[in-house]
């Protein structure tokens, strides 16, 4: 047995109760009891104890949206013209980048932002994957490289006809492969879902093909949807109705499904998403690294649709995706009362509402049988901390690095800043002899 004590316990419980000098028990991956660090070290004699050393100890965090694949760009001069709109970041960077990997590439641009997500404090990673000419095996080596380091992640393949009929087909199988393999190991660190990457690169046919073989698995999809004008444009014209139109006629949507994104949506869309219960993730510094808009998240959550917090591999740190978007809608809205509770909503109740459709246990809560998933972060509050300011206490006082130990499913991952399952150096030095490679294949 773990306790974790001597710190200031956000529970995140229905009363978003704050525990000072508090403390919880983990049995094996779960957390058993919240109470006063006296107490449980007088309950549990023999328990191991973590000293939060009068530090913040928070639930780990959740990102609904991430792309592993994208870590090789980093630093990587591109070749071609620079891009001046979506599309084109597509085709000049992304699209020319997925097909050049191998699957140790994949396995190793996995673990990069795996590394980072550990040390940033996020311990749930829901990835969308690409790498045409590698199809097959590619979640499997990603969640070779989750489970090695010890978080938890649930895992989709980006199904799309831009490169042919038989690399779909292959992106089909590996989704209904790794889901049929996730359902019956039924790990609590690993699930699927049924990736498709946009309307605008997925024809009616394969849209069929993909809700007939996603029949019965029990998942949902994981789709980009109206990210920017050129897909709303696509389906106008092709199909004489937005993207989340035609997504819905196409049966994609509903209560276990994540439309990523939703900038160029209508408001009868938006109404299309609350009633089918469709969740959305806000990638905020993507969206603005892109230039592809402003979602209308505000409206959407006054509408009552579930919206969730990513990152769209523009970072790995959710803390940081939590800055951006509150400043992102102040400044969209000219307006700086608003965004106050739509953002922590986001990151700390609807992630953990999306993630609740995969994973057994609750998550992103400190509570009695939820999954032990803790993070200590280095943070003494110099005013009042409270259940009403505790999100702002979190927006201006803390970033991802402040967290200082990491504990997923009940294993301690980082402890005092130093990785316990991974060697990051080696990880490191690996991975530039590999981008260096993947660098000179890209044209």
């Known amino acids: ?22 403390c919880l028990a983990i049995q094996d991956n779960l957390i058993v009891e919240t109470g006063t660090t006296d107490d449980l070290k007088t309950k549990y004699p023999q328990a191991r104890l973590i000293d939060a050393a009068q530090k913040m ?30 599309l084109e970041i597509l085709e000049r960077l992304w699209w020319k980048l997925d097909k050049t990997l191998t699957l140790e590439d994949v396995y190793y641009s996995a673990l990069i932002p795996i590394v980072d997500c550990i040390k940033t404090g996020t311990t749930t990673i829901f990835d969308h994957h690409a790498s045409p000419n590698v199809v097959h095996g590619s979640l499997f080596k ?6 090695k380091a010890g978080v938890r992640s649930c895992l989709c393949y980006e199904v799309s006809d831009r490169d042919g009929k038989a690399t779909a087909d292959n992106g089909i199988q590996e989704n209904i492969d790794f889901i049929n393999f996730c359902n019956q190991e039924s790990n609590p660190l690993l699930k699927g879902m049924f990736g498709l990457h946009a309307s605008l690169t997925l024809s009616d046919q394969t849209l069929e093909k993909c809700v007939a073989k996603n029949s019965g698995t029990g998942v949902g999809f994981h789709v980009h949807a109206a990210e920017g004008i050129q897909d709303r444009l696509d389906a106008e014209k092709k199909y004489g109705m937005g993207v989340v139109e035609r997504l819905y ?9 994540i439309a990523v994104h939703c900038v160029h949506i209508s408001k ?56 951006a978007a509150n400043c992102l809608h102040k400044h969209a809205h000219q307006h700086p009362s608003v965004a106050w509770g739509e953002i922590p909503q986001m990151l700390f109740e609807n992630n953990r509402k999306i993630a609740a459709h995969y994973f057994e246990k609750p998550l992103g809560q400190l509570v009695p049988g939820a999954y032990a998933d803790v993070i200590v972060v280095d943070y003494d509050p110099p005013t009042r901390l409270e259940p009403e300011n505790v999100n702002s206490h979190i927006l201006f006082g803390i970033s991802g690095r402040s967290v200082e130990t990491t504990i997923i499913n009940g294993r301690v991952v980082m402890e005092n800043r130093k990785l316990t399952t991974l060697d990051e150096q080696e990880i490191c030095v690996k991975s530039r002899e590999l981008a260096d490679k993947v660098w000179q294949r890209i044209e």
Do not use: C, W
């Not at 316990?9 to 109760?17: F, M, V, Y």
């Not at 994208?70 to 979506?86: E, L, Q």
């Not at 990603?142 to 489970?147: G, P, S, Y």
């Not at 006629?249 to 499904?257: D, F, H, N, T, Y």
């Open 142 to 147: 990603i969640a070779e490289a989750t489970l």
């Open 57 to 86: 100890i928070m639930p780990g965090l959740i990102n609904t949206h991430m792309h592993f694949y994208s870590t090789f760009a980093r630093g990587m001069a591109s070749k071609s013209d620079p891009p001046t709109n979506f």
């Open 249 to 257: 006629e196409r049966q994609i949507l509903g209560e276990k499904s």
């Open 268 to 323: 009868k869309e938006i109404g299309i998403l609350k009633d089918s219960k469709t969740n959305v993730v806000h990638n905020p510094e993507s969206n603005m690294g892109n230039a592809v808009g402003v979602s209308p998240v505000l409206e959407m959550a006054h509408q009552g649709v579930t919206i969730g917090l990513g990152t769209d591999g523009y970072t790995s740190d959710m803390f940081e995706s939590f800055k």
């Open 1 to 22: 047995m773990i306790l974790v004590g001597n710190g200031r316990l956000i529970t995140r419980d229905d009363a978003n109760s704050i525990i000072e000098d508090g």
